[in-house]
């Protein structure tokens, strides 16, 4: 629930700093407006996991190298994913206008579809753990295959406001488990605390990914590779959430 929210209130307050505050203000406003949002949410910090001294201590055994190599096939499953994620976003205003759609239509589908997804990192939240995290992930990427397909079949603008609005809320929709999913392995948080990190080279290496793969106006290669990603981050998952 924690991580939905969080991923909710991110592209809001993007769009809050890109839509007035640096047009108003500057560098020097977007400062100011970090400042402000770090100092009101710091009481929080008493609110988030407990201290390592109130986890369970995790018993010692044959399997233990067995969970840490699950675990950190998560983190791979992360950075794996993030990489497909950010090659796309970091492209779709490119392929707007490869299609032939105008600048400022590309730009403002970008721009609603950022707010807008954000909204499906609170589905998380409201599920809970019905559904367990396997039968999420699995849509999430489903979704995430359609969207992919629509970009390259789709011919009009709503096309791809269609398929940028899946896209992006597959992805705000899945990170969410696949946190759960590390976090359900790894007791100590050992792991766990390293997806930031993972999440972070993956937003690196995704756009460089992406340059190096579309030629002139053709993205079908960058989409496939997109796809694969996501896959094969699906199927890391699904082996860390086999039972033990």
Known sequence: KVTGVQTCALPILVEIA????IP????????????VAFLLLLPAVRGLAPSPAELPVQAAGPGGNTLHLASLAGLVAVLVYFIGQTMIWAFLMRAGSAAGFPAESTGR??????VASGFAALIPGMLGNRLGNAVPLVCGTVAFLASMWLLARGDSIEAFAVAVMVQSSAWNFTVPYQLAAIA????RGTYASQIPACQAIGGVLGPAAGGLLVTGGDFGNMLLLAGITSVLSLLLLLGLLLPR
């Open 109 to 114: 589908v970008i721009a609603i579809v950022l």
């Open 184 to 187: 359900s392995r790894d007791t």
């Open 24 to 35: 108003a203000w500057g560098m020097p406003g977007l400062s100011m407006l970090m400042a």
């Open 18 to 21: 890109t839509g007035s505050v």
